[in-house]
């Protein structure tokens, strides 16, 4: 069978990217659910009840440049999360997108964080 062609114009995986490889399915995960263009998984160090996260299949390396490159699929990441936040039956919940190293992220591969079920401070650490 013939090979997907390679993406160069970005988006392409990578491969020394965690969370391509758990798209890939090389690494497992407790999946939440999927979709053509994203994947929700339970994160592995939770930080709340429900910690979640959600990214594209998409490789970008921050949700901005998701966002800026193909914006459905942005959307499409968004409107997951609130469907799980549902699902969850979450009242108040907080979508985080952690951008750059100083500001705690860890993986270079865009991802939402979807906490909820407890109390949160607000302006946040
Ligand atoms: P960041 O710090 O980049 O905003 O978020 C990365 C998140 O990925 C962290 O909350 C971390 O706990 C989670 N994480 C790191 N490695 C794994 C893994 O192998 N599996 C899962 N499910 N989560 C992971
Ligand atoms: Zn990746």
Same mark, same amino acid.
Do not use: E
């Given at each position: 069978m013939a090979q997907e062609p390679r993406r160069d114009d970005g988006g392409g995986p990578q491969d020394d990217c965690l969370f391509c490889k758990i798209v890939a399915g090389h690494i497992p995960a407790t999946l939440v659910r999927e979709s053509d263009t994203t994947v929700a998984f339970r994160d592995i160090? !939770?930080?709340? !009840?429900t910690h979640i996260l959600l990214i594209p299949r998409v490789h970008y390396p921050d949700a901005a440049t998701l966002a800026a490159a193909e914006p459905a699929v942005a959307a499409d990441l968004l409107r997951a999360a609130g469907e799980i936040a549902g699902e969850e039956k979450l009242e108040s919940y907080r979508i985080v997108f952690n951008t750059g190293s100083g500001a705690g992220?860890?993986?270079?591969?865009a991802h939402a964080h979807l906490l909820g079920g407890r109390g949160m401070q607000w302006p946040p650490g």
């Open positions: 160090n !939770p930080q709340a !009840p992220q860890t993986v270079f591969h």
